[in-house]
C-alpha cells in the first residue's frame, strides 16, 4: 500500500500557497513540496502548473514592493556600506541591463533568490523582460524538483512506511515521561 503525505484536495493550496510564500521572498523550502508531490497523488502537469503559478503571483509582489520603497532602502545600504554615488550608478545601470539574465540564474541561486526580484522592482528593470525570464527559470527549476521527486519516490514510500511508526512510537514514549514526571513532582505515580 502506497503511502499518501496529505489529503488529494490540500495538496494544490499547499503547492500555491509555498510558493507564492517563496516567490515573495520568505524562506519557505517549496522545493520539500515539490519533491514530496508525487507520494500525493497530484499528477506532474497540474503540479508544476500550481507551483509556478504560486512562484509568479509571489515574484510579482516581491518585485512590486521594491518598485514602492526599495529606491530608498538601497540608498540607505549603498551608504552604509561605503559606497559612493557614481557607484551605486554604475550598479543600478549594470542591474538594469542585465536584470533579465539574474532573473534567469536567481531562481538557482537561494540566498540571491528573494533579494534580486526586490531590487528588480526598486531599480525598475523592465518587467516585460524580466518576467519572462524569471517564468522560464522558475519552470525549469520546479521541473527538475518534480522529477527528482519521481525519481525518489518509491524511496520515499518505503521510508514513510517505518518513519511514521518510529515517530509515534517516540513521541508516545516523550509523552509518557512526561506524564511520569509531572505525577511524580506532585507527590506520586497514582
Known amino acids: 500500500m502506497a503511502a499518501r503525505l496529505a489529503a488529494p484536495a490540500v495538496v494544490p493550496a499547499q503547492l500555491v500557497l509555498g ?6 521572498g520568505l524562506p ?10 508525487p507520494l500525493t497523488g497530484l499528477a506532474a502537469g497540474p503540479a508544476l502548473a500550481l507551483a509556478t503559478g504560486g512562484y509568479l503571483v509571489g515574484a510579482a509582489g516581491a518585485y512590486w514592493g521594491g518598485q514602492r520603497g526599495g529606491a530608498r532602502a538601497l540608498e540607505r545600504i549603498a551608504r552604509l556600506g561605503g559606497m559612493s554615488q557614481a557607484e551605486g550608478d554604475r550598479l543600478s545601470a549594470l542591474f538594469r541591463r542585465w536584470g533579465p539574465l539574474m532573473g534567469l540564474v536567481s531562481r538557482f541561486l537561494p540566498p540571491v533568490r528573494a533579494a534580486s526580484l526586490w531590487a528588480a522592482g526598486a531599480l525598475q528593470v523592465d518587467p516585460r523582460r524580466y518576467f519572462p525570464a524569471v517564468a522560464l527559470s522558475t519552470l525549469a527549476y520546479n521541473g527538475l524538483w518534480l522529477a527528482a521527486g519521481h525519481s525518489v519516490a518509491p524511496l520515499l514510500q518505503r521510508a514513510l512506511g517505518w518513519i511514521a511508526p518510529v515517530s509515534g512510537g517516540i513521541l508516545l514514549t516523550l509523552l509518557l515521561f512526561r506524564l511520569v514526571r509531572t505525577r511524580q513532582g506532585r507527590g506520586g505515580l497514582w
Not at 510558493?19 to 515573495?24: P, T
Not at 519557505?28 to 508531490?37: G, H, K, M, Q, S
Open 28 to 37: 519557505i523550502p517549496a522545493e520539500l513540496l515539490l519533491v514530496t508531490t
Open 19 to 24: 510558493s507564492f510564500l517563496e516567490g515573495l
